[in-house]
C-alpha cells in the first residue's frame, strides 16, 4: 500500500491536538478529519491542522484507514467498536477502558474485525524508558526485585470543573490512579513483569470539593517473578514534583528516570549498574513553578508522534504496535485491583 493512510482524530479536547500533529506531519498519511460531538472543537481543531471537521458518526464515513480515539474514558469502548466494525485500524488514548469487561470485549472486537489495536502509552517511547527496559532485558539488572514510582502532581481544581466528566467514578472512573498515575503503572509492569497481588488505600485531601474520586493513593504490588513494588501518587502537590519510576534488580544494581517538570521528557536520573554507578538530582537545576496542562500536553507531543509513527508502521506491515489493546488491559487490570484493595481493606489479587 503506497498511497498515504487516511486518518481522523476523534475527541477534539485536550489531547487531541497531539495525535491531529502527529498525523498531519507523518510522510505516510493524510489527516481526514477532526471529529467531535461538539461542532465547534471539531472545527477548532480541523482549521489548525488543514482537515475537516466532521460529526462523531459521519466520521466513519470518510474512507478512512485509522483513526485515534481521544474521547473521554467511558466512551472508548462505543468508539473504538465503532471503527472496528467499520474496519478502520484505533489508536486509543489510555486508559483503554475504565472497566475490563470493556476492555475485554474492545480487544475481542479488534481482533474479530482483524484490525489493529493500539494505546497509547507515550512514555514507553522515551529513550530512558527504553534504556531500562534494555537493562532489564540484557541482564543488566538481573531479576527486578524492588520498584518504586512517585507520580507528585499539582492540578488546580479547574481542572476538574472545566469538564464535567472530570472526577467522578461513573465518567473518570477513578482519580490519580486512573487519569495521571495509569502511565507509570504501565511504566511498573512494563518493567517489573505480571502483577500478582496488590494493596491500596487512597483519599482525597486536597480536591474534595470538585471531586468524588481520589486524588492521593499508596499501593504496594507484588510480582508474578516475586518483585516487589510502592506506589505513591497524588495531585495535590504544590508544586508538583513531577514523577520517577526506580527499579533495582537482583545483583543489587538501581535504574530510574524523572520526569520533571511534568511532562518534560524523562531523564535518567539513577544509573547504579556495576561498574558505572550514577545518580543525579530528579530536579535539574531548581525547582519549576507550576506547569500549564497545554505546556504539558506540548510537551509530551514527540513521544505522542513516535508512538503514533509505531502505529502507521504496524498498519502497513501488518504487525502489532508497541502497545497493544491485550497489552493495555494489563495497567487496567492493576488498577481495577487496587481500587478493590481499597474497598475492601485487604490485599486483592490481580
Ligand atoms: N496520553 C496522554 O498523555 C494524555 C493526556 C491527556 C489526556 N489523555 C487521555 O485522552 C482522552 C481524552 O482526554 P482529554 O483530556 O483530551 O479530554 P477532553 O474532555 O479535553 O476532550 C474529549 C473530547 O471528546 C469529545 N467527545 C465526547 N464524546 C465523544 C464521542 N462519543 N465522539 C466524539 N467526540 C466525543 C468531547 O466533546 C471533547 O471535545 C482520555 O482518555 C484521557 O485520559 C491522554
Known sequence: MNRPLRAAVIGCGNVAGNHAAAYARHPGVELVACADVDPGRAAALAARFGADPAGADDVLDLDLDLVSVCTPHPTHEAVVTAAAARGLHVLCEKPIAIDPAAAQRMVRACDDAGIRLGVLFQRRFWPAAQRIRRAIDDGTLGRPVLGEVAVLLHRDSSYYTADPWRGTWAADGGGVLTT???????????????????????????????????????????????????????????????????????????????????????????????????????????????????????????????????????????????????EATRSLAMLTALYASAASGRPEPV
Open 180 to 326: 495521571q498515575g495509569v502511565h507509570y503503572l504501565d511504566l511498573l509492569q512494563w518493567f517489573m513483569g505480571d502483577p500478582v497481588e496488590v494493596s491500596c488505600s487512597h483519599t482525597t485531601f486536597k480536591h474534595a470539593d470538585a471531586i468524588e474520586v481520589e486524588d492521593t493513593a499508596v499501593a504496594t504490588v507484588r510480582f508474578a517473578g516475586g518483585g516487589l513494588a510502592t506506589v505513591s501518587m497524588s495531585t495535590g502537590l504544590t508544586p508538583g514534583l513531577g514523577c520517577r519510576i526506580r527499579v533495582t534488580g537482583s545483583n543489587g544494581a538501581t535504574v530510574g528516570l524523572s520526569e520533571y517538570p511534568e511532562g518534560t521528557e524523562a531523564r535518567l536520573d539513577v544509573w547504579a549498574v556495576p561498574g558505572a554507578a550514577a545518580a543525579g538530582s530528579p530536579y535539574g537545576e531548581g525547582l519549576e513553578p507550576d506547569v500549564e496542562l497545554a505546556a504539558i500536553n506540548g510537551a509530551l507531543a514527540p513521544f505522542h508522534a513516535l508512538q503514533v509513527a509505531d502505529f502507521v508502521a504496524a498498519v502497513r506491515d501488518g504487525r502489532d504496535p508497541a502497545v497493544t489493546g491485550r
